[in-house]
């Protein structure tokens, strides 16, 4: 029975390859080859491309190839993509991180005012994962907070698609009783629904709330929707490092002084109504990011790597140009942020002549400790001693991958001034959250064997 062409667009990893050949009834074997290798799904069998050889001729999209043609595009398929995608599932983490060259390309690089931006492509891995953002708007997942629980470091990830979802690593939330960041990339695999969530560790970018009511009175919900803002590189390098709410909130801190942001401004110290705030009263912002928002939409592009001046503030990938595109304006606007930071900083503006090469040298002495994702997937933390990273793997390709440089010790300024604190809680771990109460952090005691 013919198959309907529509359906056929809609399968998996077909879309593109059913296209080509609607658009290109007279395409030769080569030109097949060519485009299976640039566009097929490379998580595909041979049999199932010989299985859609015949739905294209049924769905008469195609005339039957002869013998030899076929044989020619499925001994290329096997031969060339998949030993690709063996390349990357054989692929040690730590060979990747210190000659990034190899495995991805860089482009021509964007500058305005002290910033540089330089795009990263990739044009042999796709991914199945989708994003949190594509996945919000069809409702197909989404973060909530835990029914009944206290707890200022743990959400809910719940997922209803046929795929994969990526929430990357430092992605915000606004609503429930306080707003949120991801402290980890998490994959939410399949079958994550409401009545099975995945609990996720996050951070609290709120300090002064804990009520289902915004700042400004407004309602907000359970239910969390993903925010227009980013932690800096820099917040998230030093953060990174102190991995506790209280060096978090600090950094927040850091920020609204920087920026000369009082209570009336963010009554709850919010870090996404800071930086809400600091956008639309700075026009210079806007430029830099309409700007340099030109080199994040490149064909394969699926990062990048931003200078400020010759400083290098950070690296963020993803694993396909899909994923990119959703991300890529929060990653920017994070970059940029970081120039409250170092405007006071004396940067020279001669960027590197082989980037690779530097960042050959940059990492060559990192440490990588491969950890246990909270959803699905492969997770890796890495170090030396001025860079912090953390990526998440999925079947051998880096779905996303975060790496800062310390340029600046933003805390720095506020330790010598004697700026309050708020005391560091003995105990922070997912096992033993912590309670909010007001601005009080009290150390929440799980053990239910001793109060027996």
Known sequence: ?????????????????????????????????????????????TATIYRRLKDFEEAQLITRLPTNSERVILTFYAEEVLNKQKRWLNMNFQDLLKDLGKYYSIGVPISHEKFTVYPVLKVDVSSPVLGLLEAEKQELAWIQETEGSESVEILEAINKSKNPVLIPYLHQVEGGKQDRTIFEPIIIPIGYDESN????????????????????????????????TRMASQMANISAKGADQTTVWETVDAVAEELDFGMAEAPTRSYREIQEKSY???????????????????????????????????????????????????????????RVFMKKMEIGQK?????????????????VNKGKATGTGDLFRFNNKKWQGISIQY????????????????????????????????????QEPLVQQQEIIIEQVLDESEDA
């Not at 667009?9 to 658009?23: E, I, N, P």
């Not at 960027?351 to 440490?367: A, C, Q, R």
Request: net charge positive.
């Open 1 to 45: 029975m013919m198959k309907n062409i529509q359906e056929l667009l809609s399968a998996k990893g077909s879309r593109d390859v059913l296209l080509y050949l609607k658009h290109n009834p007279g395409a030769t074997a080569p030109m097949i080859n060519a485009h299976l290798a640039n566009k097929t799904d490379l998580t595909l069998t």
């Open 197 to 228: 969530p995945l609990k996720i560790p996050v951070k609290c970018i709120e300090r002064s709330r804990w009520t289902y009511s915004s700042s400004r009175g407004e309602t907000t919900s359970y239910k969390f929707k993903s925010a227009g």
């Open 280 to 338: 639309e009263k700075d026009q210079e912002f806007s430029t830099l990011l309409k700007t340099l928002s030109s080199g994040l939409s490149l064909k394969d592009q699926v990062g990048i790597i931003c200078f400020y001046g010759d400083k290098c503030l950070g690296i963020e990938l993803f694993g396909s140009n899909n994923l990119w595109s959703q991300f890529s304006e929060l990653v920017l606007k994070g970059f940029l942020t970081d």
């Open 351 to 367: 960027l590197p002549d082989n980037l690779k090469d530097v960042l050959k040298n940059e990492f060559k002495d990192i440490k």
């Open 395 to 430: 079947k051998g390709n880096p779905v996303h991958l975060y790496a800062t440089k310390e340029q600046v010790d933003i805390l720095e300024g506020r330790k010598s001034r004697g700026m309050p604190g708020i005391p560091r809680p003995q105990v922070q771990t997912m």
